[in-house]
């Protein structure tokens, strides 16, 4: 997660990972790192205005949504 968004300095690792571990907690079948989760959830942070709380919401809810939980399911 440290090389993604790396040229944004709005975005930083530890953001990245608080978002995805959130998550993590919520979908039982992610057990590990999954290549693309970071910069959905990268991108759906900058767009809320760099609150963690609204994109993790909103990933949880694309996820549900749009039935993309295979995607990133290890």
Do not use: P
Not at 13 to 41: E, H, P, R, T, W
Not at 42 to 59: H, N, T
Request: proline share 0%; hydrophobic share 45%; with cysteine.
């Amino acid at each position: 997660m440290a090389r993604s968004f790396n040229h944004l300095k709005e975005v930083s690792a530890s953001n990245l990972n608080n978002i995805l571990k959130s998550y993590a907690c919520v979908n039982s079948d992610v057990l590990d790192y999954c290549q693309g989760m970071n910069f959905v959830a990268g991108f759906l942070y900058v767009i809320v205005g760099r609150r963690e709380d609204l994109a993790f919401a909103l990933l949880k809810a694309v996820i549900a949504r749009y039935s993309m939980h295979h995607l990133f399911d290890s």
